[in-house]
């Protein structure tokens, strides 16, 4: 899959959010400081090797899994525990980059800083006092027929997935359908 978002996969989404250009659907969700989740991740034993490949699926849905690739360099990450999925059949694609944030938690407060700057373009854009959190973020490139979405698992698990020749909507489904928060239970 052409994919330019992926070699600068949190830079272009923080700048993206930033300049006001992303969407998001709405979710409350339990607020944290700062500190105490960068202390909790500080504690936490990152996932293991073995334990991304238990989890990996080999479908979802009728995508096939056909590369993946665990603790690779990732692009304006320090992670040292993520893992690269691409799921694929003959007229769709998607591509999964899912980082343990756990002894990182530098890749988690990008996460929660992009949504809340999506949260504040919203508050501005509807005159709402109190913005609900995002589930996720996503951005549309209609130019390649592909969609991005970013969100966060239990602010623990960062989750960038681009899925090709399909809505916000369905990709979404394909994700949910993987459950990844599986891989922190």
Same mark, same amino acid.
């Given at each position: 899959m052409k994919n330019k978002i992926n070699t600068n996969i949190f830079l272009i989404i923080i700048l993206t959010i930033f300049y006001g250009n992303a969407q998001g659907n709405l979710q409350n969700d339990n607020p944290i400081s700062i500190e105490a989740l960068t202390q909790k991740l500080n504690k936490t034993e990152p996932l293991t090797e073995k334990q991304y490949k238990n989890w990996t699926p080999k479908r979802t849905k009728d995508l096939k899994r056909t590369k993946y690739n665990i603790n690779t360099?990732?692009?304006?990450?320090? &992670? =040292?525990?993520?893992l690269n999925i691409t799921y694929k059949?003959? #007229?769709? /694609? +998607? /591509? *999964?980059? +899912? +980082?343990?944030? #756990? %002894?990182? #938690? =530098?890749?988690?407060?990008?996460i929660l800083f992009a949504f809340d700057m999506d949260n504040?373009?919203? /508050?501005?854009? &509807?005159?709402?006092?109190?913005? &609900?959190?995002?589930?996720?973020? %996503?951005?549309?490139? !209609? /130019? !390649?027929?592909?969609?991005?979405? *970013?969100f966060e698992i239990n602010k623990r698990i960062a989750v960038s997935a681009v899925g090709k020749n399909m809505n916000p909507e369905e990709l979404w489904e394909y994700i949910t359908h993987l459950h990844i928060e599986k891989l922190i239970k």
């Open positions: 360099k990732i692009p304006h990450s320090d &992670s =040292t525990s993520n059949n003959d #007229a769709k /694609e +998607i /591509e *999964l980059i +899912i +980082i343990d944030c #756990a %002894k990182n #938690a =530098t890749d988690m407060e990008m504040q373009f919203k /508050e501005k854009e &509807s005159k709402e006092k109190k913005p &609900s959190k995002p589930v996720y973020i %996503k951005k549309i490139n !209609e /130019e !390649e027929h592909s969609v991005q979405i *970013l």
